[in-house]
């Protein structure tokens, strides 16, 4: 009973973390889609462009620091390679203008062989950094990465990687999703004008009349789920590259079979 009490409070505590994470991000996209502040789009030091920053950030934080006590040694080993795959694909890909993202590769295998959980300190963690020394862009994007490891977490304990046609669908429907939560950020936060080849495409659909929000959202209804097409496929292939041996090192991709319909075996104990 000593030792189950506290084990209790950590999961309570980790619980509140992730909740109040979840409360301040979704105060904080409601606040830029209800108010739809304006001067943000000049100015990021606006009060509030501040707020937004501030809300999505530490919101996203919150979410990381709660999730980050459940994952295994072997998958935190795998998390900072993760991280690193996310930031270099992604920074490559703004530097060539591109309008898709291919920031969000790491964060999907992460989430499909670790289970959601990894996959959300991954992104976080991901943009965070890439957004403190880089590139201050992605920092408040890091809430998008938590839409997209849940997802991906999801399709993977359903299935989805188990069928070589099916991780492109999943990724068509995350792109939808991730495109509603980062509309409102890039419209509200960056005035559309987020690097890459993305925002020739929020003027051209600015120049057509419609309003910042909705050249935002529709940008994103075209960029997003491309990007998460190529990414869940990209993904998938690589699963199929990987050795069973290496897939039975996470309990995630084992107890969900995740790659195979059949159950992956444990990994061998070290007295083998």
């Known amino acids: 009973m000593s030792d189950q009490a506290p084990l209790d409070t950590r999961r309570s505590r980790n619980r509140l973390l ?20 304006a001067g943000m789009a000049d100015s990021g030091t606006t009060r509030a462009g501040l707020i937004a920053m501030a809300g999505y950030v530490i919101g996203a934080v919150l979410i990381a620091a709660g999730s980050i006590h459940q994952l295994p040694t072997t998958t935190i080993a795998m998390i900072p390679v993760a991280i690193a795959v996310n930031i ?14 291919l920031d969000s590769i790491g964060t999907v295998l992460v989430s499909v062989l670790a289970g959601p959980a990894a996959g959300v300190v991954t992104g ?30 999801t399709a993977a304990r359903i299935g989805v990687f188990r ?17 509603v939560v980062s ?45 998460k097409l190529i990414t869940f496929t990209v993904v998938g292939i690589l699963l199929a590259a990987l050795p069973s041996r290496f897939l039975q090192r996470f309990p995630f991709a084992r107890e969900h079979r995740v790659v195979t319909t059949a159950p992956l075996a444990p990994p061998p104990s070290p007295s083998e």
Request: net charge neutral; charged share 0%.
């Open 183 to 227: 509309a409102p950020i890039s419209a509200f936060v960056f005035g559309g004008a987020t690097g890459g080849g993305t925002g020739a495409i929020v003027g051209a659909f600015q120049a057509m009349g419609q309003s910042l929000l909705a050249s935002t959202t529709l940008q994103g209804l075209l960029s997003d789920p491309l990007d």
């Open 124 to 153: 976080i963690l991901a943009n965070v950094i890439w957004g403190l020394t880089l590139n201050p862009i992605p920092l408040p994007f890091a809430v998008v990465q938590v839409v997209i490891a849940v997802l991906a977490g």
């Open 163 to 179: 069928r070589v046609y099916l991780p492109p669908v999943a990724g068509l429907v995350t792109g939808v999703a991730a495109a």
């Open 18 to 37: 992730v909740a109040a994470g979840a409360v301040i991000v979704v105060a904080t996209y409601a606040y830029l889609v209800v108010a739809q502040p």
């Open 88 to 101: 270099v694909v992604g920074q490559l890909v703004a530097v060539l203008g591109l309008p898709v993202y």
